[in-house]
């Protein structure tokens, strides 16, 4: 081979040595074959109960809850085995007299109304039970926050002014019964599961027209179907409350005019219900209304937070009795991160929470899966070693997170009953032994 | 600038931004210290090790330094492709290290000193296991990921005297340190369920060691050489608390090398080390290299080593053999050299085969 030569030979060699030295991607994964060619020390794992780390834990809300009858998003109307409840509310005044025409400044009394329209908004019903109907009693006007079922109680006792059968009319086509002139709408917009506002005809003998109070109007509802039922109304906290269209007729200089007048509930909506909340016990109590929360303080080993790594975390709690509500009915149980722990008045952070379905009658143990809450408590040394536990139903077009949305509850084993106390199911993984070969 | 020294600026910056310094690795220094580095350069590696006992650019004896003449400074690169078969699995593996350094250079008198850094021990391995535990009553596939990333290196300082003309003899220091980022996953298939766990560290290690050799020649065309060392221990420590304590070996060996005429040469290094006290999964080795270079303006190198390597997990040392095959080229009169190489290992022992064709480039300037 020529000088020449041989050093073409060279370079083409050393290009291609030089290409795969210098091309090439890191790729260090083997298969490994355990115990010979691993590192004598194995990824462990232990999984444990324990039954003592949940102490100092108690429950918040009675006689006056998170959410109240008074002021939750929404009206709850049931007729059940022991359990009746009735959305009440005020419609106020509206104005007396009104301009005629928009050429004069003059005003003219209202004479009577020509028809009247209540407007509801339907957010939860029991599918399973049908001829749903709303029965509307007239209440005194004089109903506040303070009203007791007992208050009304006479009210109800007689005959509804009106009733409505909501399958009937949810039946009708277009959604309007061209006889009473009720109609719906049924809004599919904001969730899957529709809200269905109705906008229901009185005439002058049901909510007749009292000059003296300017159409003040108190109704009351109350519902029956084929079977034990349940149902919710969205109230003026939630934006779409209750509301009165007073189709009125004004004088103008002979010629009878109709003018439309709105008025909402303003913030007197509420509902009654009987038998009253029962009052708190040594258990730990979650949801109803007046809403209730409880509160778990974890005592947890330091040699847990630092020195393991959690990899699945289950609060355990065994309910005292079985979950009280309508039947078939469910909701979520949440276990939330307080943001600082202030017993009650705890604030909460905005992280998600875990949850769970509770239906009512379920006597088994609640488990609720806390991981993201124990590894948040292992990499921030700050917050509080505090879950609050809290009710959450899912109403359709309000929110899915919604609290004191159902009568339902349960109540659960507290610490101070050593043999059923809340406890932690801890999955994890012991701190890795590096440095044995 | 000519265009040979273009050339060899160019492959020194390419070698620069390659890969950090890390050696060859192999899943048998899993279970024990790590992969002992080769301490050979290009030019060594290209005859199999057989003349890393006489080259002065390897890290082997210290007493070839004499041999440089001149200021020199040195580096390579080498890349693995390796195919490793355990139980019936198999896995491609390719790494890319920087295993050596070095610069040295005369200072009169017969005396040359430098020093340099070498991989000493390879840590670095991803090892990814399946496997299925069951929690809570219900079977659970999982996947390990033990990871180890880091070396021990070896800062050498050595000189090498001429003692009359036929005897060069040479001496070192070496401060072994380093450190590996170590990281176990476990990685649930159900991860709705269950979270992920990654821990990570890290490991400092230390140690100490010397060595002594002497060059001998006889006679016009022979060259003898001898070369001990001695290593104190590895200490690894974990965020400071010592968490590992392992006696390093002795290292004894020699090599012979002959002039054949017509810039031809032949040589033979064995090399013993006592790694047998490095723990529980250690053993005592003998390597041992022939190889040959012909010519001199683009030498052309092969050879062939066998021996064994160190740790394995159970039954006797692993056995290792391979060839290498290499040339170099000589730049600007001798001011550069630019050598690369290629090498085949195979190694087989308690049920694990690995092959691996290793890619070399080293740089050589002497300024």
Known sequence: MTRRGGRLVFLGALAGTALAVLSCKEDLTAPGKCPDFCPTTQVGLVDTVLPSLIVRDSSFGRP????????????????????????????????????????????????????????????????????????????????????????????????????????????????????????????????????????????????????????????????????????????????????????????????????????????????????????????????????????????????????TQIVRATLLLVPAVAAQGAPRDSFRLLAVQVLTDLGAKSPLTQNGADSTTVVVGQTDTVRIEVTNILRLWQSDSIVPHTILLRQATDVASISPLLEGATLSEIRFYSSRAPAYRPALHLTYIPRYRFGAP | MTRSFRLLGSAIIALGAAAPLRAQDSQFGIKGLGTPGRMESVRARSTAGAFAAFDPTSALVDAALGDQGRLAAWTLTATSFRRVSLAGADASLTTTRFPQFGLSGPVGHGITVGGGIATYLDRSYDLATHDTVVVRGVPQPVTDHLVSDGAVADIHVNGSASLGTRFVVGFGMHLLTGSTRVTAKRTFDDSTVYANAVETDQIAYDGMGVSASVIGRLGRSLRLSAFARSDSRLRARLGGPEVGRNDLPLTLGGGMAWELGGANRVAATVVYQSWGGAGQYAHNTVNWAAGAELGNKIPLRFGVRGGHMPFSPVGPAPREWGVAVGAGLWLRQGRGLIDFGLERLARSGAGLSERVWTAMLGITVRP
């Open chain 1, 64 to 307: 006056i809850g998170y959410v109240n009858a008074m002021d939750g998003a929404v009206l709850i109307a049931a007729t059940l085995p022991g359990v009746d409840s009735r959305p009440i509310f005020v419609f106020p005044a509206i104005n007396p007299r009104l301009l005629i025409a928009s050429t004069d400044t003059t005003t003219g009394p209202v004479l009577a109304p020509a028809s009247v329209y209540v407007r509801l908004t339907l957010v939860r019903r029991d599918t399973a039970a049908h001829n749903l109907t709303m029965h509307f009693y007239r209440l005194a006007k004089t109903i506040d926050t303070a009203t007791s079922f007992a208050d009304v109680a006479d009210s109800f006792s007689v005959a509804p002014i009106r009733s409505v059968n909501i399958d009937t009319l949810l039946a009708k086509p277009g959604l309007v019964d061209t006889v009473t002139r009720d109609s719906v709408f049924r809004d599919t917009s904001i969730t899957a599961t529709p809200r269905i506002t109705f906008a229901l005809r009185f005439d002058s003998l049901q909510i007749p027209w009292t000059p003296g109070d300017s159409g003040v109007t108190a109704l009351g509802i109350r519902i029956t179907a084929d079977a034990p039922t349940s149902a919710a109304f969205s109230s003026s906290e939630s934006g779409a409350g209750p509301g009165i269209i007073w189709n009125s007729r004004f004088d103008s200089a002979g010629t009878i005019v109709i003018r439309r007048q709105s008025q909402g509930v303003g913030s007197s909506d509420g509902f009654v219900f009987t038998p009253p909340a029962p009052p708190l016990d040594s258990n730990l109590t979650v949801g109803g209304v007046p809403s209730v929360r409880s509160l778990l303080r974890v005592d947890l080993p330091r040699i847990l937070r630092d020195s």
